[in-house]
């Protein structure tokens, strides 16, 4: 694990450590010195730790004009111990909606689990940003995983599934990808 980096090929146009309105500004990055991890495996150092014990994530994207963030996620999502997505909300999400931000796209390709607990902060998260038009993406999540949060109804505040796995993001500048999610929304609705 401890070779799997965040993506990294927007870091000229968005580094979160730079960005004044994240909730990581000023956070400063070894390359060498491994000290977070998940379980007993270190993890690539570039990655931020949020308050989780096994989850992680890199904010590859932030956009307060259009108002949407890009967020990779690395580790096990566990809300029935650790309360996941209790800690996600509070530290990282709020944050940036308080700055504006109502959209939102959470890459998933090494999520390796989930394990659900109840739905009220997705229902919380989905309610501060609905009403403006805003929402949250899951892309490329793992097929159990996404069975997982659809065993507890996720998909009620999280737009995810088969349209949502196959999608190519990095050949996509990040400026485009809200319209690329909207466009599978706007067929799925059609």
Known sequence: MHDIEPYYNWKDIYTSEEDKRSPFFHRTYSEFEYSNKIYNFYIHPQWDEFGSSTLFMKILFADYENRFAV????????????????????????VFIENGINRFILIGENVLNFHASDDCYYEEWYEDISEEGGWIAAVNFREHVYEEMHRVHLEHFIYMGEKF???????????FLPEL???ILLKRLG
Request: net charge negative.
């Open 181 to 183: 999610i909207e466009g």
């Open 71 to 94: 967020i990779e996620l690395i580790g096990e999502w566990n809300d029935a111990l650790s309360n996941d997505i209790m800690i996600l909300k509070r530290e990282v999400i709020d």
């Open 165 to 175: 796995s196959e999608i190519n993001w990095r050949i996509v500048k990040p400026q």
